[in-house]
């Protein structure tokens, strides 16, 4: 079992940055594929970066590439989000998705990830 939370969501002008974290708990935390993930009100949740276990393979949506970099610290069971260059069309609430352990793949889609934050809330005017 894995417990996840996600922090440092906020409002930020069009053109800045946030940096988002989500702080792994439990078994095997640190040894498993995770992903960002977000959703805008009215749309379906859709993936936005996954990082290997090792942190040494990352995967971007191609809304996010260049903007955002995911990465981790599994010294302290913790992964990140930079975004940069900010849009409003990056409002939305983002989650925190760990995958079983063992899977070593980064997916991009939802139903591959088990376990889920509770989300922080991004909000980016304009």
């Known amino acids: 079992q894995v417990q996840l939370g996600e922090s440092g969501g906020g409002l930020v002008q069009a053109g800045g940055s946030l940096r988002l974290s989500c702080a792994a708990s439990?078994?095997?935390?640190?040894?498993?594929?995770m992903g960002w993930f977000r959703q805008a009100p009215g749309k379906e949740r859709e993936f936005v970066a996954g990082?290997?276990?090792?942190?040494?393979?990352?995967v971007y949506a191609d809304s996010v590439k260049g903007r955002f970099t995911m990465s981790r610290d599994n010294t302290k069971n913790t992964v990140s989000l930079q975004m940069n260059s900010l849009k409003p069309e990056d409002t939305a609430v983002y989650y925190c998705?760990?995958?079983?352990?063992?899977?070593?793949?980064?997916?991009?889609?939802?139903?591959?990830?088990?376990?889920w934050g509770q989300g922080t809330q991004v909000t980016v005017s304009s």
């Open positions: 998705a760990a995958r079983l352990p063992f899977r070593a793949s980064v997916e991009s889609r939802e139903d591959e990830y088990t376990y």
């Open positions: 439990g078994r095997t935390a640190g040894s498993r594929v």
């Open positions: 990082i290997s276990s090792s942190g040494g393979a990352t």
